[in-house]
């Protein structure tokens, strides 16, 4: 069993920034990668960025790639994601979530555990 809970979640002005962070635990060491999805209003759940749970290699999805940083921080079990030049198209509640498997990194079905979610709102 693997729990996540998210925070840093809040109302930002476009242009913005925001950290959000996973902690997690239970048993942590059956974890693979580590990732952040996101849900806005009406739409379908979307990868947004994953890191291998040592830390060593990332992944971004398009519309974030050199906005977004995903980290990870195995000492305190935490993962975060670093949000810069934030726009409204990035609001959306946002989702940790824990791979337990050795697979595909961009794919929610693959991932097994999901946090409660942590509200974005990005203001023009």
């Known amino acids: 069993q693997v729990q996540l809970v998210e925070s840093g979640g809040g109302l930002v002005q476009a242009g913005g920034s925001l950290r959000l962070s996973c902690v997690v635990s239970?048993?942590?060491?059956?974890?693979?990668?580590m990732g952040w999805f996101r849900q806005a209003p009406g739409k379908e759940r979307e990868f947004v960025a994953a890191?291998?749970?040592?830390?060593?290699?990332?992944y971004y999805a398009n519309p974030v790639k050199g906005r977004f940083t995903i980290s990870s921080d195995n000492a305190k079990n935490t993962v975060y994601l670093q949000m810069n030049s934030l726009n409204p198209e990035d609001t959306a509640v946002y989702y940790c979530?824990?791979?337990?498997?050795?697979?595909?990194?961009?794919?929610?079905?693959?991932?097994?555990?999901w946090g409660q979610g942590t509200q974005v709102t990005v203001s023009s």
């Open positions: 979530a824990a791979n337990t498997k050795p697979s595909g990194l961009d794919k929610q079905f693959y991932y097994d555990y």
């Open positions: 890191i291998w749970w040592s830390g060593s290699t990332t």
């Open positions: 239970g048993r942590t060491f059956s974890i693979y990668a």
